[in-house]
């Protein structure tokens, strides 16, 4: 059989194939649905030996986290908010926390809460906030998965926050590679200062040991104490979805980087692609296939093309929309 044929055979009604396309035959059908499902099931039990499975690879620096929130914020008529060393240095902490012990909440697995990364890195606040994302393909992305849900929206567009911290942190979670996008908002207690944390850290005159006691007396409880009464004002968004967190302590991408000889792919990204692809084959097929059937009047004892068009055109729209994101 020619190539010629071949596609004829294929794409066209004729009687190589009983005036119906190959591809719009059951059996066919079956196959390809077949072999897309053993694809995605290939691709998450890959040896990571070879091939390093990346749950997006992701294209998304801080400034641009920063830039985007803050553009929702002012078409929202609220003033924008400061970027701050501090928080960002906290919310570095709380994405590699969540890559060291390997999960996806706002809570960790031992039960350390979001506002102690605060406390930690030296931010005494009257309101916090925290937004989480990963998996997504750029800034824009995450930033308006957030915007579409009430918890995360009220965060960003909260008046009651004045600065944000935020770091892109990239490693491994859950045996994929990943990158988290960390959101810290705060506004600070009346009284604290705002420089005097980063100064602390930047001076280069006090040795280690000196560190480590500051940061062991951040730590006790005395010092947590009168911060316990604000914190029930403090926006806690909703766990029913998934929030990406960005950015370092000094606005800078904090990234782990696989090694180079490792070959990088998305299967979410390589499975839907395909199946878009395979779609619109099969849209494109159908119509050819309704308009041949309808010129020649090839009488059919079953076909229904307007229905499979009109299916297809919503799955099409469906997997166009479809995002890998989750935001928490």
Do not use: C
């Not at 992701?58 to 830039?67: M, T």
């Not at 924008?80 to 996806?104: I, R």
């Not at 960005?246 to 000889?261: D, I, K, Q």
């Amino acid at each position: 059989m020619s190539i010629r044929n071949f596609l004829i055979h294929l794409f066209i009604p004729h009687h190589s194939n009983n005036q119906k396309p190959k591809l719009l035959h059951p059996s066919t059908l079956v196959i390809i649905a077949f072999l897309l499902s053993f694809l995605q099931i290939f691709l998450h039990f890959l040896p990571r030996a070879n091939v390093r499975v990346l749950g997006y690879a992701a294209n998304i620096s801080v400034d641009e986290v920063f830039r985007l929130t803050n553009q929702k914020r002012q078409e929202a008529g609220l003033p924008p908010l400061k970027l701050d060393p501090v928080l960002s240095q906290a919310a570095k902490n709380k994405g590699e926390d969540m890559l060291a012990k390997d999960y996806w909440a706002h809570v960790s697995p031992d039960g350390v809460e979001p506002w102690k990364f605060f406390l930690d890195a030296g931010y005494k606040y009257r309101y916090a906030g925290e937004n989480l994302a990963r998996d997504f393909s750029n800034a824009a992305s995450a930033v308006d998965a957030w915007m579409t849900s009430p918890s995360h929206r009220e965060n960003m567009l909260s008046p009651k926050y004045e600065e944000i911290g935020i770091a892109v942190v990239e490693g491994d979670l859950a045996g994929v590679d990943t990158t988290l996008i960390v959101q810290f908002f705060g506004t600070r207690m009346a009284g604290t200062s705002q420089v005097s944390p980063v100064a602390k850290k930047e001076e280069q005159k006090p040795s280690v040991v000196s560190v480590k006691v500051q940061e062991e007396k951040a730590l006790p409880l005395p010092t947590q104490a009168p911060l316990s009464e604000p914190t029930p004002l403090a926006f806690v968004p909703s766990q029913n979805g998934l929030v990406i967190k960005s950015g370092s302590a000094l606005g800078e991408n904090v990234s782990r980087t696989p090694p180079p000889r490792a070959f990088l792919i998305s299967p979410f990204n390589l499975v839907r692609d395909l199946s878009f692809f395979f779609l619109i084959i099969l849209f494109i097929v159908f119509l050819v296939d309704a308009i041949i059937v309808s010129r020649k009047n090839i009488t059919r004892v079953s076909g229904r093309s307007f229905a499979h068009i009109s299916f297809i055109g919503m799955i099409l729209a469906i997997a166009f929309i479809l995002k890998a994101g989750k935001i928490l």
